[in-house]
């Protein structure tokens, strides 16, 4: 007994080893649908487990087709059998929908085997195929707009879908010397307002907190990012929320060169070019320590020489603060709260040592930044 136990599990850990493997992982629908065969606009009707294949059941989901993009075979009205992941891809998906979800669907022609007309393959652990609607639209897109999107995507996917370091890119720190710009902003918002050769694009709104290295925008303006989405055959923009603060690898345009403050963020499967920070750290290291290693990629100085040049005291304060430079002239001060609104400027410095009165300062963390004959520093200071 034992044995028939160790044989069938053995045949299902080696299943499931073949079965999920995913490489690359996508978990963005508009960059999975170029590797669609079949993409549609349904309704969800009922779902079981009638379909079997080698041994392992799958679930089996009843679509009534309302909508088709690109080549497709089945008529409108027609029902389609959508088969999904469960034990021929180690999960199951379909019974997330409900009777009556309008559902657009990035479909295949089957995963172990050719299906016949009408019947086809839904991935899901492995990545993004399908876009739930609810009340007629999904993140602010109407189903006209969606489809528009994926026409653009389909027709661009030859050329602007094409990485080609794809591995090398997906680590944050690798990607930071390649862009034109480093910063660390606060999340706003984000539109489609962005439109390039026809094709609209996500405009996403942050409040500069800080920068590294060269940057002409000012500390507490708001830049504007330029996201992937029909630019280049996905959106990232929609990962954020409202107040999220993040490190940003930017570059000066995709396809065009933008005006000052509008940058433009590379992102899913071309690589990693933003670090979101949580409880002011990310992977347990701070948010100085992450400009550090930004800053040792990009010139190869560490910020913690620059520290020791320039040190704040006391921090915490309740009222006076100083500012002391080894070797470097203090020109100028400016003080933001943690929302990016600058709240303090002095005038011209132009010594070594200054101080500042912040007794009317509410309680809590700002962020300094100081200009000196040599570069622009930044630090975080605590009023009590």
């Not at 679509?63 to 021929?88: A, E, M, P, R, Y």
């Not at 891809?89 to 379909?94: K, P, Q, S, V």
């Not at 070594?352 to 975080?380: A, V």
Request: with cysteine.
């Amino acid at each position: 007994m034992k044995r028939i136990i160790t044989f069938f599990g053995l045949l299902i850990i080696a299943k499931i080893g073949f079965a999920c493997s995913c490489y690359p992982y996508e978990p963005n629908f508009y960059k999975n649908i170029s590797t669609s065969t079949y993409n549609c606009i349904a309704v969800f009707d009922t779902m079981d487990y009638s379909y079997e294949y080698g041994g392992l059941q799958g679930q089996t989901g009843f679509f009534i087709l309302i909508d088709t993009i690109g080549n497709f075979n089945s008529n409108i009205g027609d029902t389609i059998v959508v088969t999904g992941q469960d034990g021929l891809n180690c999960g199951e998906m379909l019974n997330g929908f409900s009777r009556g979800d309008t559902v657009f669907l990035a479909l295949s022609n089957g995963f172990y085997e050719t299906f016949e007309k009408d019947t086809f393959y839904l991935e899901g652990a492995c990545g993004k195929y399908f876009q739930k609607i609810t009340n007629g639209k999904y993140a602010g897109l109407t189903i006209s707009e969606i489809k528009t999107k994926i026409y653009d995507v389909l027709e661009r996917k030859s050329s602007a879908c094409f990485c080609n370091d794809y591995w090398d890119n997906y680590d944050f720190y690798n990607n930071v010397s390649k862009v034109a710009s480093n910063c660390l902003a606060v999340f706003h918002r984000y539109d489609y307002s962005y439109s390039y050769g026809g094709l609209n694009s996500q405009t996403g709104y942050f409040v500069l907190i800080d920068t590294i290295g060269d940057f002409n925008t000012q500390i507490g303006d708001t830049i504007y990012v330029i996201g992937e989405d029909g630019i280049n055959c996905g959106e990232m923009l929609n990962k954020f929320s409202s107040g999220d603060t993040l490190f940003l690898a930017l570059s000066d345009g995709y396809y065009e060169n933008f005006e000052k403050d509008t940058f433009y963020l590379k992102g899913g499967t071309c690589g990693y070019y933003y670090l979101k920070i949580t409880d002011g750290q990310n992977s347990g290291l701070s948010i100085s320590e992450i400009k550090d290693k930004i800053k040792s990629k990009i010139t190869g100085i560490s910020e913690i020489y620059i520290e020791k040049r320039l040190t704040i005291f006391p921090n915490p304060t309740t009222d006076l603060l100083t500012l002391e430079s080894e070797n470097d002239l203090i020109l100028n001060i400016k003080i933001y709260d943690i929302a990016g609104h600058l709240i303090y400027s002095t005038g011209k410095v132009n010594n070594l040592k200054t101080n500042i009165d912040i007794s009317d300062f509410k309680t809590g963390l700002y962020n300094i930044l100081i200009y000196t004959d040599k570069e622009q520093m930044f630090r975080k200071i605590l009023k009590e």
